[in-house]
């Protein structure tokens, strides 16, 4: 199949495709001299492995490790590196908590509000009062 049928088959875009290839993620098919490439169920079988690595949370680079561990015989690199994505998981989901927690705080606040009082949202996002702000703040200017 061409590029553009194996993205439609792969539900991708054609520079999704190249992308991953200039990444090492996907090989590129010989050519044949003024031909057009042509791409198999391998390659197509290869993006279904790298869209669900990715949809489990995997990096590309995470995803290209799991690809050099993809003959099967690697349980034990594969496991740990599926270990320290589900303890970033578990980690997200705890922040998470916590963010619903302290948004459900403010809100409650806020219907609470009345007079001439500032609202108790704005407030504490002026004072930057909000429990683990500067914590969650840090982590996403690291990403």
Not at 5 to 31: D, M, S
Not at 116 to 122: E, F, K, R, T
């Amino acid at each position: 199949m061409t590029i553009g049928a194996l993205a439609r088959a792969a539900g991708v875009n054609v520079e999704t495709i190249r992308f991953y290839q200039r990444k090492g993620l996907l090989r590129v098919p010989h050519q044949p001299y003024g031909g057009i490439r042509r791409y198999g169920a391998a390659h197509q079988a290869r993006l279904a492995f790298i869209k669900s690595a990715q949809w489990l949370g995997f990096s590309l680079n995470e995803v290209a490790e799991l690809l050099r561990l993809e003959d099967g015989t690697h349980c034990d690199e594969a496991s740990e590196l599926a270990e320290a994505k589900l303890q970033e998981v578990r980690q997200k989901l705890a922040d998470l908590t916590r963010l619903e927690a302290a948004l459900a705080d403010l809100v409650g606040a806020c219907h609470q509000h009345s007079g001439d009082m500032a609202c108790p949202l704005v407030a504490s996002l002026q004072q930057g009062m909000l429990p683990g702000a500067s914590r969650a703040q840090g982590a996403r200017e690291r990403e």
